[in-house]
């Protein structure tokens, strides 16, 4: 075996234990050493080479960027999540014909989703879903997210919030926690223009907290420009856009004359 | 599948955004690889990107790496600017030799970056700050050119960045250096537009001809001469001079004879003066003969310098060292031809000889004319006079006396300035020639004014560029008159023998003229200093229009104009405050001048400022005549490049203003002249028949421009226009503009015997100022008709003449592969009897051919019966017209028929090739024709297929044969001259054997 693939592999090992024991600290630092590793290997993205050992290191290279990428969620770090993904793909993508099926791709497709839908990139979301063939879809991971996408723009959000508990798999649990912060600020944006003040008592329902308190909180640090006085949230109205510009017409009656004059001149 | 590729760059873009630096390095030169297939995807990261190249933590190739993706990002989203500015940071990592669009578009990006800032760097003065890794590349690009041995490329960007030391490199490391020379004396002429820089270039170039083990003499004196080092010329011709073989003495006086054919008169007279005066006798005697004829008016220099050429191996017997002999034998030849003087007499030689002018055409517009019209009366004789340019044939004028009579006042002036243009070059008898006409000094012979003044103007166009032995004379006769018509007259002259060369006293002469402040002389006084001062851009230009500010008369005014226009020719960037004043100023005449000053400085440089200023004015400008200058303007910015014209003009010639439509039949004229170029005919067709008289007669002349010596067979509208010629002339009821147009563009089209052509440039491809600056001044024949006679500065013969060492013209045959109809003389007109001559020319009528035209212009009337009775007879006279055309034609061709038949049977196919005999006429189009057959005798020096050409002959032993023996030699006896001179008046005492009789003395019936 290849003296390179061996390292790889077992460094995976080790990145594995570290995994399992939680140690997300040791985790990362062998995970960066392994993508260093792994750039050497022509067999993979961009390159795609056919070296002997190709399929093997394009499985352990796809395994290693999945546990990246569900490394990223259990420290719940998103742009890591999101660097981790855009490396993995091109292993689904690009690499189907060469590599089995992961058993890990839905899992993953699932949580992309979720994430940006707790980003609320709804045009990449369903770009992401565009590329799912109609089989894909049916997958519960899958279907959740896009079941959630529906509620989320349906405005059912109390759905979306109930949605936490049939989540596939542990790790949705994080993302789904983000959501509900999402539609909370998506509420706020929403009641912002619809009303001009709303008493505590109705906030608080509408944004789905629990305590006057969490209410006093979020807008504190979230809206400073609301106020809160006598019983009353008061949204502050967003300020008159500024009027038209004014259209330049004493310029452009004297360029046209100046472009009849030059025609008449003409020739 | 082996070659699976990404569909997308997203896991790379994400890779750089790893903290971990060889991750960042990885995704990076990926990307590199990838960037032509996902700059879409990569160009929404470029920021990130361009942090990673700003990050000075980074090391260096990581850096240059991201700003060679981003610049390859930015080369594909269309931002060449940011593209190049990241393409230097990336350092060698931009590699020039690889061959992709993108390292295509940025170093052309880079050198025309870099070129435009070297030359802002020049022109301003101040040092620019270039980026040196810009110049890096651009030196890196000529490395490379040189290596691959595109010595072409190389030359090209190194004389557009004004790396004067790429150049030179690159010229000595080619492997033919003398052919890379040449095209680079190419390139600088046509696209070097700044002159100083050009300058810059061409004398790199002579110091690198120089240095070659053996110099390609010819263009280095080309080059010298352009750059205005007499001395350097003068070195090397005497060089060759004093080497012992003799072809290297060939191979001078051939330099010599390409350097007079540029017409640079200062120029070669101070090479001239250069040369060391040769000791031996015939010389001494030469050149006595030249400085005494200056003083002495009464000894005829004629036969002495050509004897004196003739007859050195009598005069060796008195000299010890032959070296010396031959030496200054060969110095004597050189000047001779230096002066212009051998030249000059071998062209008269060859137009007399070959004179093939067909004086029916004359007698034709003679008989038609009304004799009252002074108009066409005199355009009449301008014509006689362009059509025996140079011939010295006057048969005309002779046999109708009493017809030439009628020229009363200025049009008598012009008669007589005619006969300067019929012997142009004349220089040895030109004086006696004119000596009936001229001011009898004091006696108050009571010649006219008209004629004396005349004669003056006649004896400035004999010697015009070649003044030597006439200036003298010129000053004196002005100085001693005060008639203003006398003035006139002496001035032109003067300004025309002295032409360019800024002589002081002359200058002063004419100035003091100028500032008596009469019209008529004041004009003349104007454009002659002007004439003096060709090229010259002095301070005395200022002096010129603050006068013309001054003085009331605006033929004054316009003649400074023009003159001051003449002061700046050819000095382009030089001239722009000159020009800049001018055509800012109030006064029209002077913006009239202005536009002349713009035509002239950049005439043949097809430059783009210039001709953007031009076409400016010729549409804004609240003057029809500066409109109407600015468009003809246009002719001669553009002469070099005669394609571009009628594309330029061709939205002007169908202006509304007569004046621009004037001004684009004449620019096409001027710039198109002698080409027979076929836009340019289809742009003037429509103008010949405009509803406004003086376009059509601009737009005649103009035609007759573009045709000179193109003949029936390569273009049948030449056919067309001459018949159109002759019906306009013979229609009664044509108006006198055109009918005058038509008159003075049947004397152009069959101009100087029919073998001379409008050539603006030479065979080198110089300007040739004599011709610009004729047809400069010829196209103010709109204010004053004798002016028409400087187109004749503009003629150049149409020859092959080849000399031997000894200047003479060998017999010597050579090829033209050609079909001999195409280039032949246009067939004389028919010979009509007398008494049906005026009105139809063709005598030879059928009964049916009659029958046929009456048939016809009855049909016609009937047809047209109903109309009313004016539109029919319009319509008949049409038709009459028409049937008379087509009577012509048959008539025509059964005289060609006949002729033919007497020759050879008509049937017989024309030969493919014809055989010419030394010296031949060989028109422009015929030049690539032109083959040497291989068992010659005779090789010449350089190939050429027309002007001058020195032949080596390789049989020197056997005799020769001599051509041109029936020529006007000189040889007649010195007697006979001094004869002719002491006798003055009896000038037809003159006429020896077969050398032209210069004309009787006519007798005025005033």
């Known amino acids: 075996m290849d003296p390179q693939l061996t390292e790889v592999s077992q460094q995976f090992e080790r990145f594995k234990a570290a995994f399992v024991r939680k140690d997300y600290n040791s985790c990362s630092d062998l995970l960066s050493q392994l993508k260093v590793l792994l750039t050497k290997f022509t067999s993979l993205p961009p390159l795609f080479e056919n070296t002997p050992?190709?399929?093997?290191?394009?499985?352990?290279?796809?395994?290693?960027?999945?546990?990246?990428?569900?490394?990223?969620?259990?420290?719940?770090?998103?742009?890591?999540f999101e660097r981790d993904f855009f490396q993995l793909k091109p292993?689904?993508?690009?690499?189907?014909?060469?590599?089995?099926?992961?058993?890990?791709?839905?899992l993953i497709l699932g949580l992309n989703l979720l994430r940006l839908l707790v980003q609320n990139r709804i045009a990449e979301f369903h770009t992401e879903l565009e590329l799912l063939s109609s089989a894909t879809l049916d997958n519960p991971c899958i279907k959740h997210a896009v079941e959630l996408e529906q509620s989320f723009m349906e405005g059912a959000y109390n759905r979306v919030l109930s949605a936490r508990q049939t989540a596939p798999d542990a790790t949705y649990v994080y993302f789904m926690d983000l959501l509900a912060k999402t539609i909370r600020d998506e509420i706020a944006g929403c009641s912002e223009k619809a009303y001009d003040y709303v008493s505590i008592g109705d906030a608080r329902q509408m944004l789905l907290f629990s305590s006057d308190q969490e209410l006093f909180t979020y807008v504190t640090e979230e809206h400073p420009e609301w106020e809160v006085k006598d019983g009353f949230v008061v949204f502050q109205k967003a300020k008159e856009t500024a009027p038209c510009k004014e259209i330049p017409s004493l310029q452009l009656i004297n360029q046209t004359l100046s472009y009849a004059r030059e025609l008449e001149r003409i020739v | 599948m082996a070659a699976a590729m990404v569909s997308s760059a997203g896991g790379l873009l994400a890779m750089l955004n790893e903290p971990q630096p060889s991750l960042k390095h990885h995704a990076l030169s990926h990307l590199n690889n990838l960037v032509d297939r996902f700059w879409p995807e990569i160009s929404t990261s470029v920021p990130i990107i361009e942090s990673l190249y700003e990050d000075e933590e980074f090391d260096l190739h990581q850096r240059q790496l991201a700003a060679l993706l981003v610049s390859?990002?930015?080369?594909?989203?269309?931002?060449?600017?940011?593209?190049?500015?990241?393409?230097?940071?990336?350092?060698?990592?931009f590699d020039v030799s690889e061959d992709t669009d993108y390292v295509h578009t940025l170093l052309a990006k880079a050198i025309d970056e870099y070129a435009s800032l070297r030359s802002k760097a020049v022109e301003s003065n101040e040092m620019v700050d270039i980026d040196p890794r810009l110049e890096a590349i651009v030196e890196r690009m000529l490395e490379k050119c040189i290596t691959d041995g595109k010595y072409q490329q190389a030359m090209g960007i190194a004389i557009e960045c004004r790396r004067l030391d790429k150049l030179e490199e690159a010229i000595t490391k080619s492997d033919n250096v003398q052919g890379t020379l040449s095209y680079c004396i190419n390139v600088s002429h046509s696209f070097v537009n700044r002159r100083e820089y050009r300058h810059e270039v061409l004398t790199l170039l002579v110091k690198v001809y120089q240095k070659l083990p053996s110099p390609d003499y010819l263009s280095i004196c080309q080059c010298m001469m352009f750059l205005d080092e007499p001395k350097g010329v003068a070195s090397i011709l005497e060089k060759l001079l004093r080497s012992e073989s003799k072809d290297d003495a060939l191979l001078a006086l051939q330099i010599a004879f390409d350097l007079v054919e540029n017409e640079h008169q200062a120029f070669l007279l101070s090479v001239r003066d250069r040369l060391p005066a040769p000791k031996t006798r015939p010389v001494e005697a030469a050149q006595a003969v030249e400085t005494t004829s200056t003083?002495?008016?009464?000894?005829?220099?004629?036969?002495?310098?050509?004897?004196?050429?003739?007859?050195?191996?009598?005069?060796?017997?008195?000299?010890?060292?032959?070296v010396d002999v031959t030496y200054a034998?060969?110095?004597?030849?050189?000047?001779g031809i230096l002066s212009g003087e051998t030249s000059i007499q071998l062209t008269l030689q060859f137009l007399y000889s070959h004179n093939k002018s067909d004086l029916l055409i004359l007698k034709t517009i003679k008989q038609s004319v009304e004799m009252r019209n002074s108009v066409c009366h005199s355009a009449t004789i301008y014509a006689n006079a362009i059509m025996h340019a140079g011939t010295t044939v006057d048969t005309f004028l002779r046999e109708n006396l009493d017809w030439l009579s009628r020229a009363t006042n200025w049009a008598k002036f012009s008669a007589t300035a005619g006969l300067g243009v019929i012997h142009r070059g004349h220089l040895q008898q030109g004086r006696s020639l004119m000596a009936p006409y001229l001011p009898q000094g004091g006696a108050g012979g009571g010649g006219s004014p008209y004629s004396e003044g005349g004669a003056l103007y006649a004896l400035g166009l004999i010697h015009a560029n070649h003044g030597e032995g006439i200036k003298q004379f010129l000053r004196d006769s002005l100085r001693s008159t005060n008639v203003e018509v006398i003035q006139h007259g002496a001035c032109l002259g003067l300004g025309l023998s002295a032409l360019g060369t800024a002589d002081e006293e002359i200058y002063d002469d004419v100035k003091s003229v100028l500032y008596t402040d009469s019209a008529v002389a004041g004009e003349a006084a104007g454009i002659s200093m002007g004439l003096l001062l060709v090229g010259t851009a002095t301070e005395k230009a200022s002096e010129m229009l603050a006068y013309a500010h001054e003085t009331q008369h605006e033929k004054i005014i316009r003649g400074l104009a023009l003159g001051i226009a003449l002061t700046v020719y050819g000095r382009e960037e030089g001239a722009d405050t000159l020009i800049e004043q001018m055509t800012r100023d109030q006064d029209p005449i002077i913006r009239y001048g202005g536009m002349y000053a713009l035509a002239l400085a950049y005439s043949g440089t097809a430059n783009n400022k210039a001709i953007r200023q031009l076409l400016h004015f010729a549409v804004s400008d609240v003057s029809d005549d500066v409109r109407r200058t600015a468009v003809l303007a246009l002719g001669f910015v553009l002469y070099s490049d005669p394609e571009q014209t009628p594309r330029i003009v061709s939205l002007l010639s169908e202006s509304y203003n007569p004046h621009v439509r004037y001004g684009a039949a004449l620019a096409v004229g001027i710039s198109c002249a002698g080409t027979g170029l076929s836009e340019a005919i289809s742009l003037l067709e429509p103008l010949t028949s405009d509803v406004v008289d003086f376009v059509r007669q601009g737009a005649l002349i103009a035609m007759a421009m573009v045709m000179v010596q193109i003949s029936e067979a390569s273009d049948s509208r030449v056919g067309a226009f001459r018949r159109q010629l002759e019906k306009i002339i013979l229609d009664k009821h044509e108006d006198t503009m055109s009918k005058m147009g038509a008159i003075l563009a049947s004397g152009i089209l069959d101009a100087g015997g029919r073998n001379v052509t409008i050539r603006l440039l030479s065979k080198t491809k110089h300007d040739k100022v004599t011709a610009v600056i004729g047809l400069a001044v010829f196209s103010q024949f709109w204010y004053w008709y004798p002016l028409i006679y400087f187109i004749s500065l503009a003629f150049s013969p149409t020859a092959f003449i080849g000399l031997n060492y000894d200047l003479k013209v060998p017999k010597f045959e050579f090829m033209s592969h050609a079909k001999p109809s195409l280039f032949e003389y246009p067939k004389p007109t028919t010979v009509p009897t007398a008494n049906t001559a005026v009105k139809l020319p063709s005598a030879v009528l059928s009964t049916s051919v009659k029958a046929k035209a009456r048939a016809k212009k009855e049909a016609e009337q009937k047809a047209n019966a109903e109309k009313t009775t004016g539109a029919e007879k319009s319509v008949s006279e049409s038709g009459s017209g028409k049937g008379k055309a087509s009577a012509e034609k048959e008539g025509d061709s059964m005289q060609v028929d006949g002729t033919a038949a007497v020759e050879k049977k008509a049937a017989e196919p024309e030969p493919a090739f014809e055989i010419l005999v030394n010296p031949a006429r060989v028109v422009p189009a015929q030049e690539k024709y032109i083959k040497l057959l291989e068992d010659s005798r005779y090789v010449p020096v350089k190939l050429a297929p027309s002007g001058f050409v020195l032949?080596?002959?390789?049989?020197?032993?056997?005799?020769?044969?001599?051509?041109?023996?029936?020529?006007?030699?000189?040889?007649?006896?010195?007697?006979?001259?001094?004869?002719a001179a002491t006798q003055g008046t009896t000038a037809s005492a003159m006429a020896v054997d077969d050398e032209p009789q210069p004309p009787q003395a006519f007798e005025y019936a005033s």
Do not use: C, W
């Open chain 2, 951 to 979: 032949l080596k002959d390789l049989r020197e032993h056997e005799p020769e044969v001599l051509s041109l023996t029936d020529a006007p030699t000189s040889t007649a006896s010195p007697a006979t001259g001094a004869a």
């Open chain 1, 53 to 80: 050992n190709a399929v093997q290191e394009l499985t352990i290279a796809r395994d290693i960027y999945e546990h990246a990428v569900v490394l990223s969620v259990k420290t719940e770090d998103q742009d890591a």
């Open chain 2, 295 to 322: 003083t002495a008016p009464n000894e005829n220099p004629s036969g002495d310098v050509q004897m004196a050429d003739e007859t050195p191996a009598q005069t060796i017997v008195h000299e010890t060292d032959p």
């Open chain 1, 91 to 106: 292993y689904y993508v690009d690499a189907r014909n060469r590599l089995p099926p992961s058993p890990q791709e839905n």
């Open chain 2, 329 to 335: 034998e060969r110095l004597t030849k050189i000047k």
């Open chain 2, 72 to 93: 390859k990002v930015f080369y594909y989203l269309g931002e060449l600017n940011d593209s190049l500015s990241y393409a230097l940071g990336a350092g060698p990592l």
